[in-house]
């Protein structure tokens, strides 16, 4: 018995993981650049960047991501072994 395409979780849940990493990047770059110093003409874009804003809005939304990642490669396990117990029958 063939299983939906559709019923898979361990897509869904890749989705997520690929939107909250995006996001996560997203709001660190915008997180480095609301709060750079004014000193940008003297030092260069780079230098006035605030990394450590960045990073703090950064890593909680990465390590959710790769978390989630974690829990797709379970679901992914589960699916195969629902599919060979249905092969079986």
Do not use: C
């Not at 809005?57 to 992914?76: H, N, R, Y």
């Amino acid at each position: 018995m063939k299983i939906n395409r559709y019923r898979y979780r361990s897509d869904n849940i890749i989705t997520f993981a690929w939107v909250s990493i995006i996001a996560g990047v997203m709001l660190g770059i915008f997180a480095g650049m609301i709060t750079f110093s004014t000193e940008y003409t003297t030092h260069g874009i780079i230098e006035s960047f605030n990394w450590t804003n960045a990073l703090i809005a950064f890593i909680p939304l990465f390590a959710v991501g790769m978390l989630l990642f974690g829990l797709a490669q379970f679901s992914i396990m589960i699916e195969e072994l629902n599919r060979n117990e249905d092969d079986e029958e």
